[in-house]
DNA sequence: CAAGGATTGAACTCACGAGTTCAGTTTACG
DNA sequence: CGTAAACTGAACTCGTGAGTTCAATCCTTG
């Protein structure tokens, strides 16, 4: 209902897709289903609608990322099957198509913007490591894993998770089936178990290799 | 002196700072020092200048990375050193001014051009990784190594060693100091090899941690 | 050296899109 | 209710940049 947010939804939407350049207030209004005047009467210039549509489009990801991070459980039965349902959460803010949006005006824009980007930069990605690091970290004092650094820890979980769900899903061109988000993100997963896993302490079944 | 080779190499330059859309033809030849007619004899229009700027441009790209890949040994004295090494050379291929402007341009344009950075993907990144597959593969012949799957294990040593390097160069903005590049390459190898590196066999000198 | 193509600079056309104007209408709110 | 603000549609200005034109010049190659 509110015009404010609705115009900013589909600034983010057209930006996304055609870059800041090639975006048109125009569509951008019929899209919110406004008149011009109204965007430039909230707004002010395209550089602005275009700030705000970012800064709110990485606000929201961010939200989620971290509502996501938050609700690991770093008591888990099974940690492995823990951290796949953390992976797969993760990729799937990632992969949405405002966060894809988010992600490429953040690459293609950086130019054009370099203070904006660089305070989402560390606003969100640096925030989003620390709280994941921070799970980690409690995973490790439980003696789940064996970590000498949570933050690097976190950055290449996040590395080995979400890039070739990314690279193969051709940065958000192709949907992509259930299987081939499955494998990647199992193999991520298995490769940081690999890496960080504590050695199975008494008995039981530690992991598979 | 081959104007045509200036003339994209500017080209890459223009279009990798500005995106598609807002570069400009004139930039693009003066830089290249040559007259804006010049440019359309040659290449017909922006959009075809386009192309062929990124595809030169990618594929020399891809001729360094891949000569990185080639120069590696599979039977090294020192397996660590020799992917440390690796691992530098394939960070200094990916931040190059125009290796970044490659990947900018592939990200941020894919909605205008999806064909052709479809078919750029397709032949580097893929040719890319089943190149290392292969010499990772060499390592797990000798016993170096215990690869289920090598072209995940040589997607994920991309992801491992690269990702935070370009994070936290902010894409290519800011330049990093030599330990900003060692710390997390080193970092990146420490966690492919905990997850990968074959038992210390006999007795000797095995893996740190 | 002569012919043909490539190159140049400068001036040009033209489409397109940011931002504005305005007169009229809707909505919010005391 | 009544008034002020927000909103609308349509038409407008205006700068900018893609692509062209052309007459003059520079190679290149036989």
Redesign the interface.
């Given at each position: 209902m509110d015009k404010g947010e609705r115009i900013l939804g589909a600034a983010l939407e057209v930006f996304g897709?055609?870059?800041?350049?090639?975006a048109k207030v125009d569509e951008i209004a019929s899209r919110a289903g406004v008149a011009k005047p109204t965007v430039y009467h909230r707004f002010g210039d395209k550089e602005t609608l275009f700030t705000e549509a970012l800064r709110r489009g990485a606000g929201l990801a961010h939200e989620r990322v971290r509502a996501v991070i938050d609700a690991v459980d770093v008591r888990p039965a099974d940690l492995r099957a823990e951290l796949e349902v953390l992976g797969h959460a993760l990729v799937g803010c990632v992969s949405r198509e405002d966060g894809l949006a988010v992600s490429?005006l953040?690459?293609?824009?950086?130019?054009?913007f370099?203070e904006l980007?660089?305070d989402l930069?560390i606003g969100n990605?640096t925030r989003t490591i620390d709280a994941l690091a921070g799970k980690l970290a409690q995973l490790a004092a439980t003696g789940r894993l064996?970590l000498?650094?949570p933050s690097?820890?976190a950055?290449?979980f996040?590395?080995?998770v979400a890039?070739?769900v990314l690279?193969s899903s051709?940065?958000g061109?192709r949907a992509l089936s259930r299987e081939e988000v499955d494998g990647?993100v199992r193999?991520?997963v298995d490769?940081?178990l690999?890496?960080?896993a504590a050695p199975a302490p008494p008995a039981g079944e530690g992991q598979p290799?």
């Open positions: 897709r055609d870059g800041f350049a090639a490429r953040q690459i293609s824009e950086q130019n054009r370099p980007v660089r930069r990605r064996v000498r650094d690097r820890a950055q290449q996040i590395a080995l890039d070739e690279a051709e940065y061109q990647p193999d991520g490769t940081f690999a890496a960080f290799a």
